[in-house]
Nanobody, 121 residues
Framework: VQLQASGGGLVQAGGSLRLSCTAF????????MGWFRQAPGKGREFVAA????????YYADSVKGRFTVSGDNAKNTVYLQMNSLEPEDSAVYYC???????????????WGQGTLVTVSS
């Protein structure tokens, strides 16, 4: 069972990126799928999450209105659409699976490998 994240890259401020996180080995229809990010020298920060059971979404205040999390059950994939990117959004982005929605990374038991997002000013 593993999560594979992709879609990171270099983008100018104001631009957009879409991250993908695909689960291999099982379906995650009863899980909460979260996105976190970690900038150099900082802790892992909650970004967004989706409860796959009912589709409810959750966002950090810093990304609300700019980022959108969604899921595709048929592809076992969660997406993070990031618009109006700012240099402060630069970080390694991780997807994770947990049993409940939480801002605490320790509540998520399965993690992808991370994908780097760099936003230039």
């Amino acid at each position: 069972v593993q999560l594979q994240a992709s879609g990171g890259g270099l983008v100018q401020a104001g631009g957009s990126l879409r991250l993908s996180c695909t689960a291999f080995g099982r379906t995650f229809s009863s899980y909460v799928m979260g996105w976190f990010r970690q900038a150099p020298g900082k802790g892992r920060e909650f970004v967004a999450a989706i409860n796959w059971s009912h589709g409810r979404t959750y966002y950090a205040d810093s990304v609300k209105g700019r980022f959108t999390v969604s899921g595709d059950n048929a592809k076992n994939t969660v997406y993070l659409q990031m618009n109006s990117l700012e240099p402060e959004d630069s970080a390694v982005y991780y997807c994770a699976a947990g049993y409940k929605q939480s801002l605490d990374p320790s509540d998520y038991h399965l993690w992808g490998q991370g994908t780097l997002v760099t936003v230039s000013s």
